[in-house]
């Protein structure tokens, strides 16, 4: 019997979604093969998350708490993931594929001599070591890869696996960690633009994105009304992120955010390769645009062929009515 | 500031991809150096033009990896370091993040940065790794690099903001293709770029081990990704397909 360990990832006080995704599937993969499933959350304030946490089925659960990690910084949390994993010992260490994760997974798996698999979009367990599909080449192609070692890294894409409850009443370690400042390599100096009260869009269940055919304050009026009447995250093409118009962290696309919702709304977007490899793996997708020829139409389930100022306003008036 | 910048050739992910029996079939001719690496080059050579200094690229591959290196040098990188190897290795992120680390072991430089990731793996490992191999400070992800009394200060995209990060130096950043456009390389800088030094280092000289060179991971082959089929098309009444298709979101995809 093995252990296989999960990262619980949190942001803005709550459980990012997509690690709760991951420990769905990990779980699962532990009972198929007689292993156990554990997890560690580490966080200024972790252990408020630990019930969260028992409703998906891990056994024990790290909990490492610490003020230092209120500001995300890559030296304190490699030091204490490295510390729960002395203490775990796991076969794999598997963690939703977020920034953070982005920003630290290639030093853990140098730092303890283990294989990785970044960004797959499944995995399972074999002789020794993991397999898994990975999207590769802009996200044009799938990849099989194997990674064999005592120890396996894996970041899983979010909306690959679905959440499933399994409560269990797990033995709770808290780890002692202590971090002086002048161990801290990287400053965070600031903070200097937040999506703030928007959704974050690797957890969102629905996301309206805009392209480059909404070109004004009255486009970027309907793209907002439409995601508030869908409680939706609002997503953008590259051209529109870089103009300024949207926020650089809403960026979708293979450079921005991989993203898999229930429901996509493509606003204006001609559907460039770049794009459709953040979101081509939503599970419904609805496109609007005026240009009957646009690629995203060959991947959309439901296409609009018009012009947006004229299909939004009523769209979003017979969403509303569906939802009351 | 002393730049090096590892850039890698990478097939072009924009040519046709066709896949035969798991193996993936790449047009030889359409190798080009990774987008992200360029727009590393690119803010190394901003910095060098602002504050003075030296930028040096360092690229692992086959000799075809020349035209790749030249290409760097034209677009004005001062020198470049090729370790040359056959091109039929497998290796993966930790081969080639332990030939890098090697390599740079007693090198000596104020930053080293890479692109976040390379286009045709998409793995996005290597900088981290020669980071924590070589303990240096580092992030990842860069938006935008500043130096500030002998300081690089990073601005980095997080999951949901941006995040402006101060690091001493030496240090390594990855850099994301959204700080810059790289700059096209002109004739001038194309005909300078024949005369610039490059040097070869023949990787059995860097005296790593079989080991160490040994990939942990395997593509054990590639397949075509599910296709996803166009669905219906609405064209009409800008007032009767949206009440329509909102509708059908509703009782039909049931994602309403």
Redesign the interface.
Same mark, same amino acid.
């Given at each position: 019997m093995s252990t296989i360990l999960t990262h619980i990832a949190i942001?803005?006080g709550k459980i990012k979604r997509s690690s709760l995704e991951v420990l769905s599937h990990c779980k699962q993969l532990a009972d198929q093969g007689g292993h156990s499933v554990e997890a560690v959350v580490v966080d200024s304030n972790a252990s408020s998350f630990v019930e969260g946490i028992q409703k998906y089925g891990a056994s024990k659960v790290y909990v490492v708490e610490d003020p230092i990690f209120k500001n995300?910084?890559?030296?304190p949390l490699?030091k204490a993931l490295v510390k729960v994993m002395e203490s775990a010992n796991p076969s794999v260490f598997a963690f939703a594929s977020?920034?953070?994760t =982005?920003? %630290?997974?290639? /030093?853990?798996?140098?730092?303890q001599n283990a294989?990785?698999?970044?960004?797959v979009s499944s995995f399972e367990l074999m002789d020794g070591g993991v397999?898994a599909k990975?999207?590769?080449?802009?996200?044009?192609?799938?990849?099989?890869?194997?990674?064999?070692?005592d120890t396996v890294l894996v970041s899983v894409r979010s909306g690959s696996y679905d959440l499933a409850e399994n409560e269990t009443s797990a033995e709770v370690v808290n780890v002692d960690f202590c971090m002086e400042d002048s161990e801290l390599?990287?400053?965070? =100096?600031? %903070?200097?633009? /937040?999506?703030?009260d928007t959704i974050?869009l690797?957890e969102a269940e629905?996301i309206v994105a805009a392209g480059r055919g909404v070109k004004d304050e009255e486009g970027q009026k309907l793209i907002s009304e439409l995601a508030q009447v869908?409680n939706a995250g609002i997503g953008a093409s590259?051209a529109l992120?870089?103009a300024g118009i949207y926020?650089?962290?809403l960026?979708i696309g293979?450079?921005?955010k991989v993203v898999s919702p229930?429901?996509y709304i493509a606003v204006g977007i001609s559907g460039a390769?770049q794009h459709v490899a953040g979101m081509?793996n939503s599970?419904?997708?609805?496109a609007i645009n005026k240009d009957?020829d646009a690629p995203i139409?060959?991947?959309?389930?439901?296409?609009?062929?018009?012009?947006l100022y004229?299909?939004?306003?009523?769209?979003i008036e017979?969403?509303k009515k569906?939802?009351n | 500031m002393k730049f090096y910048v590892c850039i890698k050739m990478v097939?072009d992910?924009?040519a046709p991809?066709q896949?035969k029996d798991?193996q993936?079939i790449q047009d030889a001719d359409r190798q080009i150096l990774n987008a992200y690496d360029a727009s590393a080059v690119e803010e190394a050579l901003v910095l060098k033009e602002k504050h003075g200094g030296e930028v040096e690229v360092v690229c692992i591959g086959s000799a075809k990896a020349s035209e790749t290196i030249r290409k760097a040098l034209a677009m004005g990188a001062d020198k470049a370091t090729h370790i040359v190897a056959s091109g039929d290795e497998n290796f993966d992120?930790?081969s080639y993040?332990r030939i890098l680390a090697k390599f740079f072991e007693d090198k000596e430089y104020d930053v080293l940065s890479l692109g976040?990731q390379a286009?045709?793996?998409?793995?996005?490992?290597?900088?981290?790794?020669?980071?924590?191999?070589l303990s240096?400070?580092?992030?990842?992800?860069a938006?935008g690099l500043k130096a500030q009394d002998g300081k690089l200060?990073v601005?980095r995209?997080?999951?949901?903001?941006?995040?402006?990060?101060?690091?001493?130096t030496p240090?390594a950043v990855t850099c994301?293709?959204?700080m810059n456009e790289p700059r096209i390389p002109n004739l001038k800088g194309i005909m300078a770029s024949k005369r610039k030094p490059m040097e070869q280092v023949e990787l059995s000289s860097l005296d790593l081990s079989e080991d160490e060179l040994t990939a942990?991971?395997?593509?054990?082959?590639?397949?075509?990704?599910p296709e996803?089929e166009?669905?219906?098309?609405?064209?009409g009444e800008?007032?009767e397909?949206?009440?329509e298709?909102?509708?059908?979101?509703?009782t039909e995809?049931n994602?309403?």
């Open positions: 942001a803005d995300h910084m890559n030296t490699l977020t920034e953070s =982005k920003d %630290i997974l290639g /030093a853990l798996a140098a730092n294989a990785v698999l970044p960004d397999k990975r999207p590769v080449m802009a996200a044009k192609i799938i990849s099989n890869t194997q990674a064999k070692g390599q990287a400053i965070l =100096k600031e %903070i200097i633009s /937040a999506s703030g974050d690797n629905s869908l590259r992120t870089e926020d650089p962290s960026q293979q450079t921005g229930q429901l390769i081509a599970k419904v997708i609805v009957p139409f060959e991947i959309s389930d439901y296409g609009i062929v018009g012009d004229k299909v939004l306003p009523p769209f017979e969403l569906i939802k | 097939p992910v924009n991809l896949i798991g993936l992120s930790g993040a976040k286009q045709d793996t998409d793995a996005g490992l290597t900088g981290s790794m020669v980071a924590a191999m240096l400070p580092y992030t990842t992800n938006v200060i601005k995209q997080g999951d949901t903001g941006q995040e402006m990060i101060e690091l001493p240090c994301s293709n959204d942990s991971t395997t593509v054990l082959g590639y397949e075509e990704k996803r166009a669905g219906k098309k609405f064209e800008a007032d397909i949206a009440r298709v909102a509708q059908l979101l509703d995809a994602v309403i």
